[in-house]
């Protein structure tokens, strides 16, 4: 049998034309949605040089000596402005005082302004910032953010180099210099200070030196990124360097450690350190000078003294008498007068916790398991885009469902974004717990996520009265920030596990901890003349075994008095303890900042999901009266001189940061496949273009009548 010839006919090109563009499109939408997400999402591309004029290309090549993103710029490659951030830290007793040098160098043959978004402590009351021009400091000056961003933008336009601070999170700022000279070097310098964290007997200093990406939920309202869930998403997703390529920005950092007491155990689990004595100072370096800053620092250490030594520093200006309060109790309980617990565990098993983050929540959760208290409760509960859970309500302490917690663990696998709103829901959702006990919900995440402000309201205002939250970092970059403000309003601790901690040590010092609260019902009074003190935090939570209570407060009239501290303890016994407080015209200043610090903590935890004007209006005068950084307060710092001239063309550029050690790119985040609307839009495109073709083409659409 003989077929016909198959000639193509008229009508064959376009839909073949319209065929193959519908795979393109199904295509891309298919790799966006499964390999390109998180990188979308966390801006994790090459970032983009943005200028006025003339064009600038770029183009990511990785150099044969060194490596690194550059610039091409009239076919010649320059590097990044930021070059180095020198860090300096002085311990004293339970203070750190902070100095972070940013040194920038402008490689163009034109004026530059550049963008750099980095991290500090989520507890630093940032109080200066300077830059320095050869042998010029221009000191910046805290104004109200948007007058700030004003006086900015003016002098940028009239010539002169100015340098602008702000926060976008408690623990992400953004450094902005204009009208850097070509060829010529600037360092801004800023300055902060902070209490370290004290728990289990080690004292902990932590400099955070890499922003993770996080992921950004909702639909996309507009070119630069923002979500209806997240209104400033631009604002939080620095341009990002794949793991083979270097901004060429290293990080040193020296922490001079004076602790009033000889210090033992001396040890850092994130990075190789040298350690030497300086007269009565332990000076502690990194061991390699160019460290690149993808991973936190975190110093641990203890000393030869008593741990129930309270600790009470004041100080005295204008503004009235402050005073700083550390105390551990000398208390101790039974085990049996440990109360049987309910433990939610919640589990982030997203994308970014792909790898060894996993694995270590896998290890954590069976320590967990293996040393709660035969009379306890417990169930599990993991999420990313969706939730699952081990049991639709809260399963007994027995060995046959201690063995099917364990076979659910070993399944946990780590895919999605993290929608962490999804566990919180469904944790305020779960069937209370037997015989009225109190709930403890242990998350394990590492919070990077953009819609951090509305999960710590969401917390604030759903945890049940008596419920306590306690989150775990886990990760390769942790949100210090969002870990630490649940566990405030969650009246909970907080700990972040670095790599290289011990699981089975971790977990048996928090099961230890939560067994029992040491004090609860923790009220704090003031015995002496006048008005009692302003004290932060406004409720203060229950004291746990090895776990200091930490008061911050201010008396305007500055008269002395005594501190009166009262509880119970395990049993319903009473507790009571005075403490003196003599105001300091000498003492040290950082007390005060750290006052006006953790008011604007305060405050900023009751605004979240409602901010007020009067709220607002009380963090500026605050943030004002004790020269700090915040929400709403910035830094600038201009020049007098007119340094370039503003008629000529600029550029603008946004630093890269460097990607957390072993984060993937690959990881998925939201946002990357196309919304429905853009899809649409796709469809008629392609329509429009089949339509030219099949006119060129002769196509007809509909078949023609055939005549009778």
């Avoid at 073949?16 to 801006?43: D, I, P, Q």
């Avoid at 955070?208 to 209806?228: C, E, H, L, M, S």
């Avoid at 049991?391 to 399944?411: D, V, W």
Wanted: glycine share 6%.
């Amino acid at each position: 049998m003989s077929y016909p010839s198959q000639q193509p006919s008229s009508w064959h090109k376009p839909i073949s034309t319209l065929l193959l563009l519908s795979g393109m499109v199904a295509g891309t939408v298919f790799v966006s949605s499964n390999v390109l997400r998180f990188e979308s999402k966390s801006h994790a591309q090459s970032p983009r040089l943005s200028q006025s004029k003339p064009e600038v290309k770029q183009k990511s090549k990785p150099s044969p000596s060194t490596g690194g993103l550059f610039a091409e710029v009239d076919g010649k490659k320059l590097s990044f402005p930021l070059k180095q951030t020198d860090v300096e830290a002085n311990i004293s007793g339970n203070l750190s005082r902070v100095e972070v040098k940013q040194t920038f160098t402008n490689p163009y043959d034109r004026p530059l302004e550049a963008i750099y978004q980095f991290p500090l402590p989520e507890d630093a009351a940032v109080d200066d910032m300077e830059i320095r021009i050869g042998n010029r400091i221009i000191r910046g000056v805290i104004k109200e953010r948007q007058e700030a961003k004003q006086i900015y933008e003016t002098a940028k336009q009239e010539g002169k180099t100015a340098a602008l601070l702000e926060q976008e999170r408690a623990n992400l700022f953004t450094q902005s210099l204009a009208n850097i000279v070509p060829g010529e070097t600037i360092e801004v310098v800023i300055r902060y200070t902070n209490s370290l964290e004290f728990e289990g007997g080690d004292y902990e200093f932590v400099f955070p030196t890499v922003v993770g990406p996080r992921y950004i939920p909702g639909d996309q309202i507009d070119a630069a990124g923002n979500t209806t869930r997240v209104a400033d998403a631009a604002k939080i997703t620095p341009p990002l360097l794949p793991p083979s390529q270097r901004s060429g920005n290293d990080i040193s950092i020296t922490v001079n450690l004076d602790a009033g007491v000889p210090i033992r155990n001396l040890r850092s689990p994130s990075h190789p350190i040298l350690t030497s004595k300086k007269g009565e100072q332990t000076q502690v370096k990194l061991a390699n000078q160019t460290t690149i800053p993808n991973k936190d620092l975190i110093l641990r250490y203890q000393v030869a003294s008593k741990q129930t030594q309270a600790t009470l520093l004041t100080q005295s200006d204008q503004r009235g008498g402050h005073f700083a309060t550390y105390l551990i109790p000398a208390l101790k309980y039974k085990s049996n007068q440990i109360v049987p617990k309910d433990v939610v565990f919640l589990i982030d098993t997203s994308g970014s916790q792909s790898g060894p983050p996993i694995v270590q929540s896998r290890k954590l959760m069976t320590q967990f398991l293996d040393k709660l208290n035969p009379n306890d409760t417990f169930s599990i509960i993991n999420f990313s885009n969706t939730t699952s859970k081990l049991s639709p309500k809260p399963l007994a302490n027995t060995p046959a469902n201690r063995k099917k917690a364990l076979e659910y663990i070993k399944k946990l696998d780590a895919n999605g974004g993290t929608e962490l709103m999804n566990g919180i829901n469904t944790v305020a959702a779960f069937p209370p717990a037997p015989d009225g006990r109190l709930r403890s919900v242990v998350l394990l995440t590492d919070g990077l996520i953009g819609d951090d402000e509305t999960i710590i309201a969401a917390v604030r205002d759903r945890l049940k009265p008596g419920n306590r939250i306690y989150p775990f970092g886990v990760g390769f970059s942790t949100n210090r920030f969002l870990l630490d403000r649940l566990a405030e309003v969650g009246r909970g601790t907080v700990e972040v596990v670095a790599p290289k901690d011990s699981a089975e040590k971790v977990a048996a010092k928090f099961v230890q901890t939560i067994n029992k609260p040491v004090l609860t019902d923790i009220e704090v009074s003031w015995v002496g003349p006048g008005k009692g003190p302003d004290i932060y935090p406004l409720r203060v939570p229950d004291l746990f075994a090895n776990q200091p209570l930490v008061l911050h407060g201010r008396k305007q009239d500055s008269q002395s008095g005594k501190l009166k501290i009262t509880g119970r303890i395990a049993g319903g016994k009473s507790y009571e303890q005075e403490l003196d407080v003599k105001f300091d015209a000498s003492g040290n200043e950082a007390i005060a900042q750290l006052w006006g610090r953790n008011r604007i903590k305060s405050l900023m935890n009751q605004m979240y999901g409602r901010e007020t004007d009067p709220a607002v209006k009380q963090v500026v005068d605050t943030a004002l009266a004790y020269r700090l950084l915040s929400k709403y307060t910035a830094f600038v710092a201009v020049t007098e001189e007119i340094r370039v001239d503003p008629n000529n063309p600029n550029l603008k550029q946004r630093v890269p940061v460097d990607l957390p050690e072993g984060m993937k790119l690959t990881n998925p985040a939201a946002h990357a496949t196309p919304e429905p609307s853009e899809i649409l839009g796709y469809l008629i495109a392609l329509f429009g273009i089949f339509l030219v073709m099949a006119k060129k083409h002769g196509l007809k659409w509909l078949p023609t009548r055939r005549q009778s």
